[in-house]
């Protein structure tokens, strides 16, 4: 079985219990049916049997005329998690340098044109929204962004591109040749520095985290704010902790490939 499948392999209910499940969020945390249709574009009769579907499998709840999330939700996110070790170990590592840095620290994947944060480690809010695991944000404007853009492939940065390099603070970059050329620093510096591009005052800065095999695997993530330390100061002397944290991580998935594939070695007798 491949991964990729055509139109015939597509199940559009699926997809529509998604968008339900999906249009639960800050602004609508306890929608009207109604309110859920007007978000997601479905008919009010087909809102109302997927919501009734989820009603029994246990992931929303209904309070009247008014529709909840259940904490059930939380257990597909406990799914990724418990099927990418990777965050596993990378959490003791995001510990670590929070405590060195004294700021947050964050692992983040690329999805899509967007960055997702997998793993956080928060010691104060310096961002207007709340950065949660599962939280998304526009990869052109982020230190992480950034750094997994410049690593990928080459479709892969022109759908960022193509998705339109909005202005979200002072300095993003909205130009494609100059995103480009930002991306042609990280590769060369090894590691990228943003500010004010996603929120103004924003200062975040992040470094590859590599799989065993070499490839980039997530991003490793610093942020503070403008006027807690500078830009030269992150690069003297917070990117090589973070450098060292990231290596650490890699070091640490390829003991563990290293052990599982003991593990699964045939053994002769009882032992």
Do not use: C
């Not at 219990?17 to 800050?26: N, P, Q, R, T």
């Not at 690329?110 to 695991?133: E, F, K, N």
């Amino acid at each position: 079985m491949t991964g990729e499948g055509n139109e015939r392999d597509y199940v559009q209910s699926i997809e529509r219990g998604f968008a339900v499940l999906l249009a639960f969020d800050a602004d609508r945390p306890n929608p009207t049916l109604a309110e859920v249709a007007a978000a997601t574009g479905l008919s009010r009769p087909a809102v109302r049997r997927i919501l009734l579907t989820l009603q029994r499998l246990g992931y929303v709840a209904a309070a009247g005329t008014r529709w909840t999330l259940t904490p059930r939700v939380l257990t597909i996110g406990q799914h990724y998690a418990a099927t990418h070790t990777f965050v596993e170990t990378a959490q003791p590592h995001l510990l670590r340098l929070a405590e060195a840095t004294q700021e947050s620290a964050s692992l983040a994947e690329l999805d899509g044109t967007d960055v997702v944060y997998v793993a956080r480690v928060q010691v104060r809010r310096i961002l207007s929204i709340q950065i949660d695991v599962g939280s998304r944000v526009p990869a052109h404007a982020t230190s992480m962004g950034r750094v997994l853009t410049a690593w990928a492939d080459a479709p892969v940065v022109d759908a960022v591109i193509a998705g339109g390099l909005q202005r979200l603070a002072a300095h993003t970059i909205t130009d494609a040749t100059a995103f480009r050329d930002a991306l042609h620093k990280v590769r060369q510096d090894g590691y990228a520095v943003v500010e004010s591009e996603l929120e103004d005052g924003l200062l975040s800065a992040s470094v590859p985290v590599h799989a065993p095999d070499g490839g980039v695997l997530a991003a490793l993530a610093y942020s503070t704010t403008v006027g807690r330390t500078s830009t030269d100061q992150i690069v003297t002397k917070i990117v090589p902790l973070m450098q060292e944290a990231a290596a650490a991580i890699t070091a640490d998935l390829r003991l563990l490939r290293g052990s599982r594939q003991l593990d699964a070695t045939p053994r002769d007798g009882f032992f």
